[in-house]
Antibody, heavy 121, light 108 residues
Framework: QVELVESGGGVVQPGKSLRLSCEASGFRFSGVGMHWVRQGPGKGLEWVAGTSNDGTKKYYADSVKGRFTISRDNSRNTLHLQMNSLTIDDMGVYYC??????????????WGQGAPVTVSP | SYVLTQPPSVSMAPGQTARITCAGNNIGLKSVHWYQQKPGQAPVLVVYDDSDRPSGIPERFSGSNSGNTATLTISRVAAGDEAVYYCHVWDSDNDQVVFGGGTKLTVL
């Protein structure tokens, strides 16, 4: 069955960087788009970034454009999110999610359990 | 950018029908997806492409979409349906995923 396991979360100071990873199994990773979605403490879902199946198309929320980079390694079935210049507003749980389609423009069929990110001085 | 508006909360007695709305400009022209999130858990897809259900989701969950409003309908609500529900569309003008703010369903 589909499994998505996030890692790399933790505590980081404002202005610093963090890299999240999501290891995928149970499906053909190279055939589908993938996303990162976050949820601040007590808040709703906020989409962060998405990528097509081959990594050629990348999409970003306005709030992270220029600071975050989504990438994927299809040979290792792994999705990454490089987060730079972190602020308190970037705090929350970061979910990796699998899209239904190759171009990452459909429904999010499966979600990981999330990786917590805390930004604190 | 495209905006989806949901009511913050809906309360229903067990056995009644809950309707959760998601408003957006001409949302009827887009495919709408719905997710259920219970406390401390990851979201789960419950309705996709306006009205289809993933395998394993009860028939009590249904959806519709027309004009400027999409609706998630949960019939015969039970305590286990208590959760926050989010709608989602793809904003093709800006190439972005958009989520509604979420609606907390309380079963009285």
């Amino acid at each position: 069955q589909v499994e998505l396991v996030e890692s790399g979360g933790g505590v980081v100071q404002p202005g610093k960087s963090l890299r999240l990873s999501c290891e995928a199994s149970g499906f053909r990773f190279s055939g589908v788009g993938m996303h990162w979605v976050r949820q601040g403490p007590g808040k709703g879902l906020e989409w962060v970034a998405g990528t097509s199946n081959d990594g050629t198309k990348k999409y970003y929320a306005d709030s992270v454009k220029g600071r975050f980079t989504i990438s994927r390694d299809n040979s290792r079935n792994t999705l990454h999110l490089q987060m730079n210049s972190l602020t308190i507003d970037d705090m929350g749980v970061y979910y990796c999610a699998k899209d239904r389609s190759y171009n990452a423009q459909r429904r999010l069929e499966n979600w990981g359990q999330g990786a917590p990110v805390t930004v604190s001085p | 950018s495209y905006v989806l508006t949901q009511p913050p909360s809906v309360s229903m007695a067990p056995g009644q029908t809950a309707r959760i709305t998601c408003a957006g400009n001409n949302i009827g022209l887009k495919s709408v997806h719905w997710y259920q999130q219970k406390p401390g858990q990851a979201p789960v897809l419950v309705v996709y492409d306006d009205s289809d259900r993933p395998s394993g989701i009860p028939e009590r969950f249904s959806g519709s979409n027309s004009g400027n409003t999409a609706t998630l309908t949960i019939s015969r609500v039970a305590a286990g349906d208590e959760a926050v529900y989010y709608c989602h569309v793809w904003d093709s003008d800006n190439d972005q995923v958009v989520f509604g703010g979420g609606t907390k369903l309380t079963v009285l």
